[in-house]
């Protein structure tokens, strides 16, 4: 297995991972009323149930796996001159390495919506401890990280379809 497939898959499954132990340790750490919105002195001023943050998450996280997973396996039934393709030349001739490519990059597309969830459920239950003091300004960072995640996994497929495929080395 080669080295890109091999991190995506190991990002997708401690992705999942993380997305389930987080899930179940903010449910725990949830208030009966969790705050989800802020104003500008960090105060709540919009609550929703635990039950609710939970099911909700739990929705979103299928949604995107059922998606993700359903484009991955029905893109390899597609005839291979309708696959988009940037650098039809350098693929001529190898189509499942091109089926390949598209694989693991909705693979990495599940991978980045899991993690950004799990990063969610993390921030939010933090926001929402008696025993921290956490003000919801100290958490800026997660919009420009998700944001960066989505678009790095967004631009490497054009890029990855730029190059040339992997050569099969006969041992």
């Given at each position: 297995m080669r080295a890109g497939p091999f991190f995506v898959r190991t990002w997708r499954i401690l992705s999942i991972?993380?997305?389930?132990?987080l899930l179940i340790s903010s449910y725990i750490?949830?208030?009966?009323?969790?705050?989800?919105?802020?104003?500008?002195?960090?105060?709540?001023?919009?609550?929703?149930?635990?039950?609710?943050?939970f099911y909700v998450s739990i929705g979103t996280f299928i949604l995107v796996y059922v998606i993700t997973n359903a484009l991955a396996r029905l893109f390899p039934n597609l005839p291979v001159e309708k696959i988009p393709n940037?650098?039809?030349?350098?693929?001529?001739?190898?189509?499942?390495?091109?089926?390949a490519v598209y694989t693991s990059w909705f693979s990495a597309l599940s991978a980045a919506f899991n993690t950004i969830l799990a990063l969610g459920l993390m921030?939010?239950?933090?926001?929402?401890?008696?025993n921290i003091n956490a003000d919801s300004n100290d958490y800026g960072w997660l919009l420009p990280l998700s944001t960066g995640i989505i678009a790095i996994v967004i631009i490497s497929l054009p890029i990855r379809l730029m190059m040339k495929p992997p050569v099969d080395y006969v041992a």
């Open positions: 991972l993380g997305f389930v132990i750490s949830y208030p009966g009323e969790v705050a989800f919105r802020f104003n500008e002195a960090g105060q709540a001023v919009q609550y929703l149930s635990r039950e609710t943050v940037p650098n039809p030349a350098a693929w001529e001739g190898q189509p499942r390495k091109l089926i921030v939010l239950s933090f926001l929402n401890r008696s």
